[in-house]
């Protein structure tokens, strides 16, 4: 028996190739260059192709276009939910670990609107889904540096989901956002500069004017739980806030001695501490959590303790604890 790794006798290079192997060779041959010329015609003509203009910037020139974006934006709450409402026709969505700032949104069924894509850090999929109509969906990849704007318009009304499709990260499943397609009354937007950048209290901390962006549920108050021996801080959500990327209260005034408890509402979150009063010993929780988990600290010292999540610092997800 002879070894398929032995040379093989004679000139078989010269050999002539059985009439059937040829035309299967053909064959092959000529459905692959149908194939490939089948791609070229797809990306030029082809309806399902999502083409638009793409633009080189930095990643805070757009986080500067989403906070505007944002703050020129009106609101209307949906089945118990505060959501965006666009002050023209476009939608800017940026993607971070693990969330989509800029949405929710509410659109109107039929218009067209530009939609601008970026990161904020890593890859990105950009996958939409009909709700009730799973082959309603696209499916798009997003990277930092770059701000892709494409045209969108949704005829079917209903709930819109969108996901990460592309792994980023340790809490990648956790990526949700959402969009509604549905008609309504007119809502009052435009720009409104003075939206969640309240905070000189604390030397501008909670605006954008400070490490990282504005924090949308500072409204510039304090809660005030002074006299109380224990206090809960929610880490990644808040009842009345519309992302999942604040800590609620973001500020909280505590007497001297008062625990704080630290309780995750959602995945992908820490506590760094920014600044404490000298004398101080707070170290915060610097690995990251997800829902469920909680810690604390007895805040003893007087004085403002500055703290903040390390991969949403960037979308204002900050706070205070002010012991007085």
């Known amino acids: 028996m002879e070894s398929p790794i032995d040379k093989p006798e004679g000139d078989w290079w010269s050999e002539k190739i059985n009439r059937r192997e040829t035309?299967?060779?053909?064959?092959?041959?000529?459905?692959?260059?149908?194939?490939?010329?089948?791609?070229?015609?797809?990306?030029?003509?082809?309806?399902?192709?999502?083409?638009?203009?793409?633009?080189?910037?930095?990643?805070?020139?757009?986080?500067?276009?989403?906070?505007?974006?944002?703050q020129a934006a009106g609101s209307l709450t949906v089945d118990g939910e505060e959501m965006l409402v666009p002050?023209?026709?476009?939608?800017?969505?940026?993607?971070?670990?693990?969330?989509?700032?800029?949405?929710?949104?509410?659109?109107?069924?039929?218009?067209?609107y530009?939609?601008?894509?970026?990161?904020?850090?890593?890859?990105?999929?950009?996958?939409?889904r009909n709700e009730d109509n799973l082959s309603q969906q696209i499916s798009l990849q997003i990277l930092p540096g770059y701000e892709w704007v494409l045209?969108?318009?949704?005829?079917?009304?209903?709930?819109?989901?969108?996901?990460?499709?592309?792994?980023?990260?340790?809490?990648?499943?956790?990526?949700?956002?959402?969009?509604?397609?549905?008609?309504?009354?007119?809502v009052e937007t435009g720009a409104d500069e003075g939206s969640g950048s309240g905070g000189d209290e604390y030397g501008g901390w909670f605006t954008g004017d400070a490490s990282g962006g504005p924090t949308p549920n500072f409204d510039g108050e304090t809660a005030?739980?002074?006299?109380?021996?224990?206090?809960?801080?929610?880490?990644?959500?808040?009842?009345?806030?519309?992302?999942?990327n604040v800590y609620g209260p973001p500020a909280v005034r505590v007497s001297p001695g008062t625990?704080?408890?630290?309780?995750?509402?959602?995945?992908?979150?820490?506590v760094a501490v920014e600044s404490q009063p000298d004398g101080a010993s707070w170290q915060?929780?610097?690995?990251?959590?997800?829902?469920?988990?909680?810690?604390?600290?007895?805040?003893?010292?007087?004085g403002v303790y500055k703290y903040y999540c390390d991969p949403h610092l960037r979308v204002g997800m900050k706070g205070v604890v002010e012991v007085a």
């Not at 026709?89 to 109107?108: S, T």
């Open 23 to 70: 035309i299967w060779l053909g064959l092959s041959g000529g459905w692959a260059l149908t194939l490939f010329g089948w791609m070229l015609g797809w990306s030029q003509f082809g309806d399902q192709n999502q083409v638009g203009e793409t633009y080189k910037l930095t990643t805070e020139r757009f986080l500067e276009k989403v906070r505007s974006y944002k």
């Open 87 to 112: 002050h023209d026709n476009d939608v800017y969505v940026g993607a971070l670990q693990w969330d989509w700032d800029g949405l929710p949104v509410v659109l109107r069924p039929g218009e067209t």
């Open 114 to 128: 530009r939609f601008h894509l970026g990161s904020y850090d890593v890859q990105h999929g950009f996958s939409v």
């Open 151 to 186: 045209e969108m318009s949704f005829d079917d009304p209903g709930t819109y989901q969108v996901v990460c499709n592309e792994f980023c990260g340790t809490s990648h499943r956790s990526m949700h956002g959402k969009f509604v397609v549905r008609d309504h009354e007119p």
């Open 224 to 244: 005030d739980r002074t006299g109380q021996e224990e206090v809960t801080v929610t880490v990644g959500g808040a009842e009345d806030a519309s992302s999942s």
């Open 259 to 270: 625990t704080v408890t630290f309780e995750w509402a959602s995945v992908g979150h820490n």
């Open 284 to 302: 915060g929780h610097e690995s990251l959590e997800d829902s469920g988990f909680t810690t604390q600290h007895t805040f003893e010292t007087e």
